[in-house]
Nanobody, 123 residues
Framework: QVQLIESGGGSVQAGDSLRLSCVYS?????MGWFRQSPGQERDFVAC????????FYADSVKGRFTISRDNAKNTVYLQMNSLKPEDTAAYYC???????????????????WGQGTQVTVSS
């Protein structure tokens, strides 16, 4: 089962950038990012295939966020540019699976979520 450690969050102004990192314990997974605001469900943000040839994004972040990975370091990144207040959330990474056309966390490959990393964007 993969273990997950997220980092890189912070408090920034609208329009600023942040880069999140997630170290995972290995495996040839499609890896993704999710985010959750207080009182909201945890939503898909982006994912990337193991050989990095395909990426997928939620409509709300297309053109602003870029997901990448370094398999030698077992690390997946999320570069977030042009941040908006509505991007404020706790961000989590996970192995993902596509089910009924929707990207979902692959709970068959993970024991639990990591601790997440908080991103706060002020206007």
């Amino acid at each position: 089962q993969v273990q997950l450690i997220e980092s890189g969050g912070g408090s920034v102004q609208a329009g600023d950038s942040l880069r999140l990192s997630c170290v995972y314990s290995g495996g040839a997974y499609v890896m993704g990012w999710f985010r959750q605001s207080p009182g909201q469900e945890r939503d898909f943000v982006a994912c990337i295939t193991w050989n990095t040839d395909r990426t997928f994004y939620a409509d709300s972040v297309k053109g602003r966020f870029t997901i990448s990975r370094d398999n030698a370091k077992n690390t997946v990144y999320l570069q977030m540019n042009s941040l908006k207040p509505e991007d404020t959330a706790a961000y989590y990474c996970a192995p993902v699976i596509r089910y009924n056309g929707v990207w979902k966390p692959n709970f068959g490959e993970m024991d639990s979520w990591g601790q997440g990393t908080q991103v706060t964007v002020s206007s």
